[in-house]
T-cell receptor, first 114, second 112 residues
Framework: QQPVQSPQAVILREGEDAVINCSSSKALYSVHWYRQKHGEAPVFLMILLKGGEQKGHEKISASFNEKKQQSSLYLTASQLSYSGTYFC???????????????FGTGTRLTIIP | DAGVTQSPTHLIKTRGQQVTLRCSPK?????VSWYQQALGQGPQFIFQ???????QRGNFPDRFSGHQFPNYSSELNVNALLLGDSALYLC???FGRGETQYFGPGTRLLVL
């Protein structure tokens, strides 16, 4: 079942903050965040695992509420380069080797203006 | 360190034809997943290959088939193309049962 993302779109001025939410009706093993710019491939941002482990390689923070099956991506002091569509992908399962299928939401389009 | 590569970048076919898309995983990765992304939508999981076998499959018809080679590269084949198959096809690679998937640049397929 596809996770639901909110908002669908947001426009910010450079330097403002944004929060993008992702929720699922099913128990999740992990939540994956990607950013995709127009005409390009999705770029990995962050993964949050059940149990609290968090992995990422950019200066972006996120949270994962296992009880509510919700994740939020926090973008602070936004830069022009943050523009793009943000997707959350979810994996179901309860074991360490969760269901391998990654199911993506419909995306949140973020536009940063100078 | 080479990332995920895909070929061709663009492809135009007509209805009923068959197409083969190719993917080479990131160095050190042995698992390949294929996704279809329609315009304005998130990627939809087609299937995943590991150790040359299809490990899991999404809700796609049998017209969609794949293969993984001993060097971990992979092919996606689509038979009897329909107009609705027009999309960006993305390949993502990962290591074993590792969590992080890295995407290639995609192949944009247009079916006329």
């Amino acid at each position: 079942q596809q996770p639901v993302q909110s908002p669908q779109a947001v426009i910010l001025r450079e330097g403002e903050d944004a929060v993008i939410n992702c929720s699922s009706s099913k128990a999740l093993y992990s939540v994956h965040w990607y950013r995709q710019k127009h005409g390009e491939a999705p770029v990995f941002l962050m993964i949050l695992l059940k149990g609290g482990e968090q992995k990422g390689h950019e200066k972006i923070s996120a949270s994962f509420n296992e009880k509510k099956q919700q994740s939020s991506l926090y973008l602070t002091a936004s830069q022009l380069s943050y523009s793009g569509t943000y997707f959350c992908g979810t994996k179901r399962g309860s074991s360490n080797f969760g269901n391998e299928k990654l199911t993506f939401g419909t995306g949140t389009r973020l536009t940063i203006i100078p | 360190d080479a990332g995920v590569t895909q070929s061709p970048t663009h492809l135009i076919k007509t209805r009923g034809q068959q197409v083969t898309l190719r993917c080479s995983p990131k160095s050190g990765h042995d698992t390949v997943s294929w996704y279809q992304q329609a315009l304005g939508q998130g990627p939809q999981f087609i299937f995943q290959y590991y150790e040359e076998e299809e490990r899991q499959r999404g809700n796609f018809p049998d017209r969609f088939s794949g293969h993984q080679f001993p060097n971990y590269s992979s092919e996606l084949n689509v038979n009897a193309l329909l107009l609705g198959d027009s999309a960006l096809y993305l390949c993502a690679s990962s290591f074993g049962r590792g969590e992080t998937q890295y995407f290639g640049p995609g192949t944009r397929l247009l079916v006329l």
